[in-house]
């Protein structure tokens, strides 16, 4: 049984704002505003109306702030595409 990657991919949908214009726009400092994906078989998957799956590195959320490797699946695509159903 083969083994795949699974990596989160964080994003930071402010580009950098919230750290410079939270204290003033909101009052207190906000260090980002999140969005995560996970990464596994070469794909992209996070959520937006559903989820959904772009190649990674190539969604609307630009370029990742962090990448973190949490682990490997054992499970076979079609599995894993059937548990998201």
Do not use: A, C
Not at 22 to 48: A, C, D, M, P, R
């Amino acid at each position: 049984m083969s083994k795949h990657s699974v990596t989160l991919y964080v994003y930071d949908l402010s580009n950098g704002m919230s750290k410079i214009m939270s204290q003033q726009l909101v009052g207190k400092y906000v260090e980002g505003i999140w969005h995560t994906s996970v990464v596994v078989y070469n794909k992209e998957f996070y959520f937006q109306n559903g989820v959904q799956d772009d190649p990674p590195k190539k969604t609307m959320f630009g370029t990742p702030v962090k990448e973190i490797l949490i682990g490997e699946t054992e499970l076979e695509e079609l599995d894993f595409l059937e548990l998201l159903e």
